[in-house]
């Protein structure tokens, strides 16, 4: 049996074989982190196990690793998260004094799931990786309709009166119709601006098909996230897609610090403040400041916690003190989420 570590990077993973003796058994990999990132790494290694089992154990940085980790799993092979304290305490047992790379935090990874065999493994919920393939479809079409919006508005000189949201809707599409309808163009132009406004109301539609296909997935399955004020079903859906299973955060702290809406301490002149956390993932952080914004407008509460906040600290900093009591109650609404699907799943197994 071999162990791969992999510590896991933004645009690139670093990959490491340790035998069952704890000896390394190959050079390290470092692969990009791409569409052929899995088909490498299968192919390395097949020409290293040798038909032997494996075990990938991920460094927990769970937004980098998330896809790769899905991909090995339905490959059919086992993977464990291996937590970054445990992994820092076997690059202090093993590595040389003062060493730190990316070799050597994968070797770390590999020892500390040898020595830990009660690791959390990975599963895949089916639930939230269909809304996880929605919700990043959704984005990536978002962001070609937005581009071909903004262009429509430069070659027709709309950018004065109007936002890319109004040609998301059918009276501004008409207007634009319109438009160019009472326009002189030439042949081509006025061919370039009719394929692309044609192109918006096909996005457009695309986008309203994929979130009623979110509305009703998700409705099931949040219903307590969704009574937060600032919550629509897409942000739901990003929530449940990005976090998963709740419970891998142990309290709202921790999945503040993951967001980056927990504050960081700085003392100067034995003075106490607080800066803005600028990490973190940031498509959480978005739904975030969205619901934030939402709740400023439509919530008493939240108001009021703004008025009490904002002569010391400012609006910003008002602001992100709502986002950070914003963390408290979605980790409280998605952990009474959670429990109901477990309490579900218990449910169907009794009847069968």
Same mark, same amino acid.
């Given at each position: 049996?071999?162990?791969?570590?992999?510590?896991? +990077? !933004?645009?690139?993973?670093?990959? &490491?074989?340790?035998?069952?003796?704890?000896?390394?058994?190959?050079?390290?990999?470092?692969?990009?982190?791409?569409?052929?990132?899995?088909?490498? *790494?299968?192919? @390395?290694?097949?020409?290293?196990?040798?038909?032997?089992?494996?075990?990938?154990?991920?460094?927990?940085?769970?937004?980098?690793?998330?896809?790769?980790?899905?991909?090995?799993?339905?490959?059919?092979?086992?993977?464990?998260? &291996?937590?970054?304290?445990?992994?820092?305490? +076997?690059?202090?047992?093993?590595?040389?004094?003062?060493? !730190?790379?990316?070799?050597?935090?994968?070797?770390?990874?590999? +020892?500390?799931?040898?020595?830990?065999?009660?690791?959390?493994?990975?599963?895949?919920?089916?639930? &939230?990786?269909?809304?996880?393939?929605?919700?990043?479809?959704?984005?990536?079409?978002?962001?070609?309709?937005?581009? &071909?919006?903004?262009?429509?508005?430069?070659?027709?000189?709309? @950018?004065?009166?109007?936002?890319?949201?109004?040609?998301?809707?059918?009276?501004?599409?008409?207007?634009?119709?319109?438009?160019?309808?009472?326009?002189?163009?030439?042949?081509?132009?006025?061919?370039? $601006?009719?394929?692309?406004?044609?192109?918006?109301?096909?996005?457009?539609?695309?986008?309203?098909?994929?979130?009623?296909?979110?509305?009703?997935?998700?409705?099931?399955?949040?219903?307590?996230?969704? #009574?937060?004020?600032?919550?629509?079903?897409?942000?739901?859906?990003?929530?449940?897609?990005?976090?998963?299973?709740?419970?891998?955060?142990?309290?709202?702290?921790?999945?503040?610090?993951?967001?980056?809406?927990?504050?960081?301490?700085?003392?100067?002149?034995?003075? #106490?403040? +607080?800066?803005?956390?600028?990490?973190?993932?940031?498509? *959480?952080?978005?739904?975030?400041?969205?619901?934030?914004?939402?709740? !400023?407008?439509?919530?008493?509460?939240?108001?009021?916690?703004?008025?009490? %906040? #904002?002569?010391?600290?400012?609006?910003?900093?008002?602001?992100?003190? $709502?986002?950070? %009591?914003?963390?408290?109650?979605?980790?409280?609404?998605?952990?009474?989420?959670?429990?109901? @699907?477990?309490?579900?799943?218990?449910?169907?197994? *009794?009847?069968?």
């Amino acid at each position: 049996m071999v162990t791969v570590g992999i510590d896991p +990077h !933004k645009h690139v993973h670093v990959a &490491v074989v340790i035998g069952a003796d704890g000896r390394r058994v190959s050079r390290p990999l470092t692969v990009k982190n791409d569409a052929a990132l899995i088909g490498v *790494l299968l192919k @390395w290694i097949r020409s290293i196990a040798d038909g032997t089992p494996v075990t990938w154990a991920i460094e927990d940085g769970r937004g980098f690793a998330r896809r790769l980790a899905d991909s090995l799993l339905l490959a059919g092979h086992k993977v464990v998260w &291996v937590p970054t304290r445990l992994m820092a305490a +076997h690059r202090k047992l093993h590595a040389a004094t003062g060493s !730190k790379s990316d070799p050597v935090d994968a070797v770390a990874v590999a +020892h500390a799931a040898i020595a830990t065999p009660g690791l959390d493994r990975h599963r895949i919920d089916e639930r &939230v990786r269909e809304l996880r393939v929605l919700v990043d479809l959704r984005a990536d079409l978002v962001r070609r309709r937005t581009m &071909v919006i903004n262009q429509v508005k430069a070659y027709t000189h709309l @950018w004065l009166d109007h936002t890319p949201g109004d040609l998301t809707r059918q009276p501004g599409m008409t207007s634009l119709t319109t438009l160019l309808d009472t326009t002189e163009t030439s042949a081509h132009v006025r061919r370039v $601006l009719v394929e692309m406004v044609t192109e918006i109301a096909e996005l457009n539609e695309r986008v309203r098909g994929l979130e009623a296909t979110i509305r009703e997935l998700v409705s099931p399955l949040a219903p307590a996230l969704l #009574e937060i004020t600032g919550i629509s079903h897409v942000s739901a859906a990003v929530l449940l897609a990005e976090i998963g299973d709740i419970t891998r955060f142990t309290s709202s702290a921790k999945l503040a610090r993951y967001t980056g809406c927990a504050p960081i301490p700085v003392y100067s002149s034995d003075k #106490e403040r +607080h800066r803005l956390h600028r990490g973190g993932n940031r498509r *959480l952080n978005s739904v975030l400041y969205t619901a934030a914004i939402v709740q !400023k407008r439509f919530h008493p509460g939240a108001r009021a916690l703004l008025a009490r %906040h #904002e002569p010391p600290k400012g609006a910003r900093g008002a602001r992100r003190i $709502l986002q950070r %009591h914003l963390i408290d109650v979605i980790h409280r609404a998605m952990t009474r989420d959670r429990a109901s @699907w477990q309490h579900h799943v218990t449910r169907h197994q *009794l009847a069968a």
